[in-house]
């Protein structure tokens, strides 16, 4: 039964007539079976995992619909498509599997939704030169299974893992756990193959680095859909390594743990994870350990001389701040429960907001930070925990990551919002930057104009440029004002 659908933040629709038309021509692209305006297959692609979106789903309402759904399998298929699009002048949202954290599939002026999942093969894994060529929409977990069943790894583990795809993390500039050894998404990508509203297909080239003024095809590392879609990449990936080493040190304060990985990066060690978590998370990952210490985890892979010789300069520098060594089963512990996502849903049954919030910090202000968000969190009314680890390290800084459970009663949504604004208050006056690795879509465009200042004009000219019919993923990124989603 078609039941009628309340949407929050519809801005616009297209003509249902302009979106028939689109429909029939688009079945001659795909094929009828590859294109879609039932009802279950516009509610399954009109929302991520933006917790607005399961507030709201709770109550019964939706963010936005699209009118259409379409499961390209091919660049030329793509190309079709979107050059048809924008001949029609028909909003376009890119949707891997809908994993992001902050509202970037949800379809604001309707339109057509491009589901990339058919997209999902590795076109060559070229072993002599370490370089993979996997279409956009692979599952994150396949890909990595299929190289590794090459004798390959990826590298990159998001938590995510299991219900992102390559596009998806390319789109939004994702991290992984083991980003410290293989770097993040950007680092991995050395080429990309897209394609532009009109239907142009462009790709940069699968060398090691090229210096022929800005590369093209970056453009679209981090535009989260709104210049053009991407089809495919070439990216580096890594023998499975020799060895594996894991440690788990704690120490009596965060400030130590920090300063201790500070000395290793400085040192040039690059253990594939780090993390080092305060004394709520000790306790509540690592019950063991209780929550009065600060837990610092690791994982060394590689070479097994370069492994032994990296955690031996670790631990002296580990050692040299306090550190007291607790052993590697916690570590494994970490590995089996990384990718599990269940909590956040459970809490949301009883009521709770739960969100993260990911930003960067260099290593002057990686604490005050810390401390500064928690404060922050802990002062909007109904916030009952604000906690805090560090998960991506760099010589310059690291990433923290911060989470927080409240439960504000009935009106949740301007709980939230509240809640964001002190956080992110507290994020600019430290002078950290607004997001790490889980990106913008439409909730944290609030805060572009601040985190970019005139560089934010820069990338409004860009898209001008590229989609000048403005057709690609409207309201993200801040590129357009957007009236149902403001402070
Ligand atoms: C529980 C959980 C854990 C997470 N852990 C991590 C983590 O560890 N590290 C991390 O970096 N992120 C993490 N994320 C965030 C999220 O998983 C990533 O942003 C992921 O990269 C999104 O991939 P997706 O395929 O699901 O993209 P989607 O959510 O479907 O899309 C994200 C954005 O990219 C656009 N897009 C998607 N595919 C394409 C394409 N082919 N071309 C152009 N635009 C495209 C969409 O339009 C949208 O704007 C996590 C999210 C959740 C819910």
């Not at 090691?208 to 709104?226: M, N």
């Not at 002296?316 to 429960?337: F, M, Q």
């Not at 760099?394 to 927080?404: D, S």
Request: charge should be negative.
């Amino acid at each position: 039964m078609v039941q009628e659908i309340r949407t929050v933040l519809q801005e616009s629709r297209v003509d249902q007539a302009v979106m028939e038309r689109y429909a029939a021509e688009a079945a001659d692209i795909v094929g009828e079976d590859n294109v879609s305006a039932g009802q279950a297959d516009l509610l399954s692609s009109c929302r991520d995992y933006w917790p607005v979106n399961s507030i709201w789903m709770m109550e019964g309402t939706f963010p936005a619909l699209p009118q259409l759904v379409v499961w390209p399998e091919s660049t030329e298929e793509v190309a079709a498509l979107l050059a048809l699009a924008n001949r029609e002048n028909i909003p376009v949202t890119p949707y891997g599997e809908g994993s992001g954290a902050l509202g970037g599939v949800v379809p604001l002026n309707g339109g057509v939704t491009f589901d990339l999942k058919r997209m999902n093969k590795i076109r060559s894994l070229d072993e002599k030169n370490l370089l993979v060529t996997a279409e956009s929409g692979l599952n994150g977990a396949l890909y990595e299974e299929q190289l590794n069943r090459s004798g390959y790894t990826g590298g990159h583990f998001p938590q995510s893992l299991r219900c992102s795809t390559v596009g998806g993390w390319l789109s939004c500039r994702a991290a992984g756990q083991f980003s410290t050894r293989y770097g993040k998404i950007e680092d991995m990508a050395v080429s990309l193959e897209a394609v532009l509203p009109d239907g142009t297909v462009f790709s940069g080239r699968s060398v090691p680095r090229t210096a022929t003024g800005p590369r093209a095809d970056h453009l679209l590392l981090g535009a989260e859909g709104t210049l053009g879609i991407i089809t495919s990449a070439t990216l580096r990936v890594w023998p499975l390594p020799e060895k594996r080493h894991m440690a788990t040190y704690t120490f009596e304060k965060l400030e130590e743990g920090l300063e201790a990985i500070r000395l290793f990066m400085r040192a040039g060690t690059r253990p594939a994870v780090v993390r080092l978590y305060d004394g709520q998370e000790t306790g509540n990952h690592f019950p063991e350990l209780g929550d009065k210490r600060c837990a610092l985890i690791l994982l060394i892979e590689g070479s097994a001389k370069i492994v032994d010789a990296e955690a031996e300069v670790i631990a002296d520098c580990v050692r040299s701040k306090g550190a007291e060594s607790a052993g590697s089963e916690h570590v494994e512990h970490w590995l089996e429960k990384r990718f599990n996502i269940g909590v956040a849903s459970m809490l949301l049954q009883k009521g709770a907001v739960l969100d993260t919030i990911e930003v960067t910090t260099n290593w002057h202000n990686a604490y005050s930070t810390y401390q500064a968000m928690q404060e922050a969190l802990l002062g909007v009314e109904g916030t009952m925990l604000a906690s805090g680890h560090y998960s991506h390290v760099y010589p310059e800084g690291a990433a923290l990551y911060m989470t927080t459970v409240g439960f504000p009663g009935n009106d949740k949504i301007s709980y939230y919002k509240k809640l964001w604004e002190a956080a992110m208050e507290a994020c600019h006056s430290e002078g950290a930057a607004f997001s790490h690795h889980h990106g913008v879509g439409l909730h944290r465009g609030l805060w572009m104009a601040e985190e970019h200042g005139p560089g934010l004009e820069v990338l409004k000219r860009i898209k001008a440029a590229l989609d000048p019919g403005g057709i690609m993923n409207p309201g993200k990124l801040a590129l357009e004002e957007v009236r149902s989603w403001q402070k």
